[in-house]
């Protein structure tokens, strides 16, 4: 299962603040204020951090995470440029630190500059709950939560209409009613194919997550499926065997929109409580119920500090959330 608190990379980037800095005359973190580590994940080497720019009022949130090794440039780590501190061994067996050259040591990462309240939440270290929502809850806390909060996805809409990251889209169906782009998402360097990681932004309007769906919707889904795997095949030579479709619920952004990544890489939410197979998805619409996903009810992952938790919870009379059915 996948480390809940795994650092992930944010979904959108607003280009200036109102001191007028702008991110992408961003060359260096000289002048960085570090406030506070958000969230440090050992496992996969990510760190969250909240801090400012120089004098600016304005918040923001860098992700890093060490690059994974590429094979083209072990020969020149595993040479005399690496230094090795030899920590203990134990008959065959021994543990060292290594020092290679800086050039190795390259980081990547993710500035979000302004950064809100949201982004400082959402990045933070939190322990996790399960929830079991039911349709009536969905109906009466989920959904009117969602119309109440309006969040922003601007951005999705900029990607839909070619006003941004029109270079990263990999393949586009343009019908209305069944198309999508898809390209890669941001936690994937587009370097390492074992952590292949796309996702597929459905063009049609109006359908918030798993729960809006139903039989209309069948020739989307089937579309992004097939479509989305032979985008994969041609691009990158992933055959649909290797790749794990899915649907996220609850999303990070109310928009539709569907995974794609490699079955060997430990995707972030690619878990229980978070991820649906599309094939699941497409077989239970087809074969149990049209209507299944707004009639069912749905185990869902909420991290401690999520205000819609908090909602089901003071529904709930202030019942214990965790492993109990709502």
Known sequence: MTDTNEVQPAKRVKLTDENGLDNNSIQSFRGFQLIKVLNENARS???AVHGKFGESESDAVVLLEKTPFSEDTLPQMLSAETSV???FNND???????????????LKGT???????????KFSSRNVHFVQETPDVYKSITLPFIEEKSFSIQWVYNILEKKAEVERVVFEDNDPETGFVLLPDLKWDQKQIENLYLVAI????GIKSLRDLDRSHLP???NILLKGQEAIWDKYGVGKDQIQVYVHYQPSYYHFHVHFTHINYDAP???????HLLHDVIDNIENIDSNYYSKRTLLCLFKE??????RIQQANHGENSAGAKV
């Not at 065959?92 to 390259?106: A, L, M």
């Not at 500090?305 to 908090?310: G, I, M, S, V, Y």
Request: charged share 25%.
């Open 92 to 106: 065959i067996y021994n543990q060292c630190t290594c020092q290679p050259q800086s050039r190795f040591n390259t």
């Open 202 to 205: 459905g063009r049609r309007r």
């Open 269 to 275: 939410g690619c878990c229980l409580g978070k991820a």
């Open 111 to 121: 500035i979000i500059y302004p950064a809100t309240a949201k982004h400082l939440d």
């Open 45 to 47: 080497k990510t760190v």
């Open 305 to 310: 500090n999520d205000k819609l938790l908090q």
């Open 220 to 222: 989307l889904l089937r």
């Open 85 to 87: 501190k030899m920590e």
